[in-house]
């Protein structure tokens, strides 16, 4: 009964210190100005909008892009962990998500902190060490600025499940062949995995360097080994209807990491006096080499180790060195915590010899998030060498009483804006930050058929900050034109009213050839050129160029669109264009359209984007084959219906089959072993027999 009350107290301590740090978003109405906040809120209500579709496994939003088409986020991105908001949106706050938002990050906090306190408990066997150890976790300044400075709704979670993992991995280390803790150290696998994917693949490589300092000679601890290795493959077996899809396609897509560039680490790395700092530092330069808005917003979020950390470390260096200690887990986990550190920041830029997927990181200093777990584990060592009696109650007071102090300064916000949580449009929630980066890229994939092809979107150099560029020589593959039905090239802008424009006229050319000429006058620009197939004639370059005899045209013309069309022949072509907005909807998952598609049709534009081998497109009973149209710089999907006929059709998004039955089977599995070691418990077979 008293260790019952002591592990109350504890919880209620935890969730306390868990709850403090959200002040700086307590209000349930105004939501702070922070980094990514508006897209979580927006995908937590596209979950619940998808549970109410009954999805399970998440997949798709039903309304999440501009384009109102689905958007499979959920495939690509944290399922799990938006789940749980928008369970949590529909069912105990349907009208706000950002208390949802916030009461999903504290579940996640708290089990954090209980299982590093479960961790310690289990390790030192001193309750009132491992509570400050908890602390010391919860209250990290990384923590802080994850919350409050950057809204990572999904990596804040994730630093919440990883003590579950640590605690369940070691269990199976110590009781390699306790099935019940391997099912569920391959549950909480899959969950650290299908919540935020960057840092579940950098636990499991720095988890796995712990576990070979740790075991210094891995084959002569393979049975150890086994049971953490079997779940980390079971957990993976579990994931496998999102893990494939991104390792096959996500090099296809808009945010594969050719984006980011290896050699531009120093433009990531932060300060070493920050890091070491027992203070936030509200200063510019912060981090390394900053230049772009995105970098100058970073500047204002202060990475640090924080103090009771670096003691933690400092001391266990010493105990290492000059004290005959039991160093079982504290040698790996120092020298773990050198080479994390190392990794956060380094005068050698060493990313550049590393496999470029492990640059999906993006910063640094994201890997301070591993110094956590590894931080607070030394805590629990150092404070057990100098206590090893344990703590009385007024140390542990006057301990959580410090460890707060020295987090406090990362609770002052500079900014200090507020948007009203009633402005956000949660009616029609669009992820507005990237709102592409899960569409497949046609530049990395390539296309089936155009329906018109974007020169504004990445192909067009002559566009700087949307105004055209005159006098600039721009080259299209001349293999994409030579089928062109009645091509031509269509420019839509603005022209803005300023001194000698009047009678200002711009060319344009084809291989140097004049073309035709536009007579400029301010106000609304529309241009729309034919283009004959005469100009070309081969497979060779195609040149295009705008030119004009005053070159200080090239400022006032504002580009909104510009692309090459009139790729389909409109007699066998039914495109969006052409569809009313009655004659597709969504519903239940699906994308459902009724079309009476003329005779002589042999090719269907629908709403939908195009994945390769992951849709599924049923046509009055029958699943059809299906292709990818480029339109507008999306590939949409493209079927041959059945013309001279009204077509059913119902397009879902369904993942990669393969990998859906992997998933299933291991699910169906991870059930069956469950009841079966349920009713072992419930039923021991000596009883039976008996």
């Known amino acids: 009964m008293q260790k019952a009350g002591k592990n109350i ?16 978003s307590l209000s349930n109405n105004h939501v702070p100005a922070m980094w990514d906040v508006a897209n979580h809120l927006a995908a937590i209500v596209q979950a619940k909008m998808a549970l109410a579709e009954h999805q399970f496994f998440l997949r798709t939003t039903p309304s999440g892009h501009y384009s109102s088409f689905r958007y499979p986020l959920f495939q690509f991105y944290s399922p799990t962990s938006y789940t749980i908001a928008g369970w ?25 902190g209980i299982y590093i306190y479960r961790l310690s408990v289990w390790l030192l066997r001193s309750r009132s060490i491992a509570l400050l150890s908890a602390i010391v976790y919860l209250m990290a300044p990384y923590q802080i600025i994850i919350i409050n400075y950057m809204a990572g709704f999904n990596e804040v979670i994730a630093l919440g499940l990883i003590p579950i993992v640590i605690y369940y991995a070691l269990q199976c280390y110590d009781r390699p062949f306790h099935y019940i803790n391997i099912l569920i150290t391959a549950f909480t696998w899959y969950l650290l995995l299908t919540v935020h994917f960057v840092t579940f693949v950098y636990f499991s490589i720095f988890f796995a360097i712990f576990l070979l300092i740790l075991c210094r000679n891995p084959f002569g601890k393979l049975k150890e080994l086994s049971g953490i290795i079997i779940s980390y493959v079971f957990g993976c077996m579990l994931a496998m209807w999102y893990l494939a899809p991104i390792i096959f396609y996500s090099k296809y897509l808009f945010v594969y990491l050719g984006i980011f560039d290896k050699n531009a680490y120093t433009l990531y790395a932060s300060f070493l006096s920050n890091l070491l700092s027992p203070v936030a530092i509200f200063s510019e330069g912060v981090v390394r080499g900053t230049q772009s808005s995105l970098m100058d917003r970073i500047t204002m979020i202060h990475p640090s180790v924080g103090l009771p ?9 010493y105990l290492i060195t000059y004290k005959k200690e039991n160093k079982n887990l504290l040698i790996p986990l120092f020298f773990l915590f050198i080479i994390v550190f190392f990794a956060v920041w380094s005068p050698i830029n060493f990313w550049k010899w590393l496999p470029h997927p492990l640059v999906i990181m993006q910063y640094s200093w994201r890997l301070l998030g591993q110094t956590l777990w590894i931080g607070a584990l030394l805590f629990s ?18 301990g959580i009483f410090l460890i707060v102090a020295t987090s406090a300064s990362w609770f002052f916000m500079p900014n200090n804006k507020k948007i009203k949580v009633n402005l956000f449009d949660f009616n029609q929630p669009y992820v507005v930050f990237n709102p592409d980066v899960y569409l497949m890229d046609y530049r990395k994939i390539g296309m089936d058929v155009i329906d018109n092809f974007p020169l504004k979107s990445f192909l067009w150099p002559v566009l700087d900050m949307e105004v055209l560029n005159i006098g600039e020589t721009v080259s299209i593959p001349g293999v994409l ?3 062109a039905f009645s091509l031509y090239l269509q420019l839509d802008g603005m022209v803005f009213q300023k001194k000698n424009i009047a009678n200002q006229q711009i060319h344009f050319l084809i291989n140097n050839t004049l073309i035709t000429t536009y007579q400029l006058k301010p106000g609304k620009f529309e241009w729309t050129i034919p283009i004959n197939r005469l100009h070309f004639t081969n497979h060779d370059p195609v040149f295009f160029r705008f030119t004009s005899e005053n070159k200080v045209l090239d400022s006032v013309i504002k580009v909104n669109a510009l692309y090459l069309a009139g790729f389909l022949n409109p007699k066998t072509t039914l495109s969006l264009k052409q569809l009313s907005s009655s004659d597709c909807m969504q519903k239940e998952g699906e994308t459902i359209c009724h079309i009476d598609v003329p005779p002589g049709i042999d090719l269907l534009e629908l709403p939908a984007f195009y994945y390769p081998n992951m849709l599924n497109i049923i046509v009055n009973g029958k699943a059809v084959p299906y292709k990818s149209i480029l339109m507008g710089g999306y590939l949409l999907t493209g079927i041959q219906p059945v013309a001279g006929k009204m077509n059913d059709i119902h397009i879902t998004f369904q993942g990669i089959l393969w990998a859906n039955f ?7 599995l991870l059930l069956i072993f469950s009841i079966y070691l349920a009713l072992r418990k419930l039923f021991p077979l000596g009883a039976v027999q008996k």
Do not use: D
Request: glycine share 6%.
């Open 662 to 668: 992997i998933s299933y089977g291991a699910w169906s």
């Open 309 to 317: 950390i670096l003691m933690a470390v400092f001391l266990s260096g």
């Open 9 to 24: 107290a504890c919880f209620f301590m935890l969730a306390c210190v868990a709850s403090i740090l959200f002040i700086p």
């Open 481 to 483: 034109l030579q089928n």
């Open 88 to 112: 949590i949106n529909r069912w105990l706050v349907p009208e706000n998500p950002f208390i949802a938002f916030k009461c999903t990050i504290w579940i996640a906090l708290v089990l954090g």
């Open 381 to 398: 060592y150092t404070l057990y060498w100098l206590y090893p009696k344990g703590l009385t109650k007024k140390q542990v007071f006057i």
